[in-house]
């Protein structure tokens, strides 16, 4: 088993429509949270970023942490085009100076 | 700030070659660290060193890969003999502690033949 389980897609929406992104984990000890955008032949960029559980909200985006049921969300409101990418979400035990580990990666295209 | 830089960022070579990736990390950071992407295994860590110093070397395939820090602008992966199933994107990271997010560099597109 995976310790991160992502769904790769590809999953093709509107623009406008709302985007769910999810994630499972397997290990309880991680701490740290992040969703990762990748445009295609470029490396991975950070979109959010969380610590325990909860929910963090940036602009269009919102992040949401479930450690109960060991469970990653990333919501993408009025998608655009331009958010068409590859969404990585990653776990770790100590942030951006430790290892992470990467899910599958979702492919999104928002169709005009 | 530049980014992290990456070198060559296509590779082409035939199985048996020594292949040698280059990356310069942002200035300052302490953390970096070599991934590997295959639409098979998704992006895998190979290796992460702070400070030079290599932490954890665990996602390491086998020996015919290796990875150097001489100072702390500079690291090497080195794949000696490359093999077929090698071919990836490979990325290097950098960090600096207290900030949020590992920066990526463009990678290196490496077909073994």
């Known amino acids: 088993q995976k310790e991160v389980e992502q769904d790769p897609g590809p999953l093709s929406v509107p623009e406008g429509a709302i985007v769910s992104l999810n994630c499972t984990y397997s290990?309880?000890?991680?701490?740290?949270f992040m969703w990762y955008r990748q445009y295609s032949r470029k490396g991975p960029e950070l979109l959010m970023y969380?610590?325990?559980?909860g929910n963090k909200e940036d602009g269009r985006f919102t992040a949401q942490v479930d450690k109960s049921s060991k469970y990653i969300s990333l919501f993408i409101r009025d998608s655009q085009p331009s958010d068409s990418a590859t969404y990585l979400c990653?776990?770790?035990?100590?942030?951006?100076?430790?290892?992470?580990?990467f899910g599958q990666g979702t492919t999104l295209q928002v169709k005009p | 700030d530049a980014g992290v830089i990456q070198s060559p960022r296509h590779e082409v070579t035939e199985m048996g070659q020594e292949v040698t990736l280059r990356c310069k990390p942002i200035?300052?950071?302490?953390?970096l660290f070599w991934y590997r992407q295959t639409m098979m295994r998704g992006l895998e860590l190979l290796i992460y060193?702070?400070?030079?110093?290599?932490?954890?070397d665990s996602g390491m395939p086998e020996d015919r890969f290796s990875a150097k820090m001489p100072n702390a602008s500079f690291s090497t992966l080195k794949i000696q003999p490359s093999e077929p199933r090698d071919s990836a994107v490979y990325f290097c990271?950098?960090?600096?502690?207290?900030?949020?997010?590992?920066?990526f560099g463009p990678g290196t597109r490496l077909l073994v033949l």
């Open positions: 990653a776990t770790s035990h100590s942030g951006n100076t430790g290892k992470l580990i």
């Open positions: 290990n309880s000890a991680f701490q740290y």
């Open positions: 969380t610590y325990s559980s």
């Open positions: 200035s300052g950071h302490d953390y």
């Open positions: 060193f702070n400070n030079n110093v290599p932490i954890d």
């Open positions: 990271a950098s960090s600096l502690d207290g900030e949020e997010t590992q920066y």
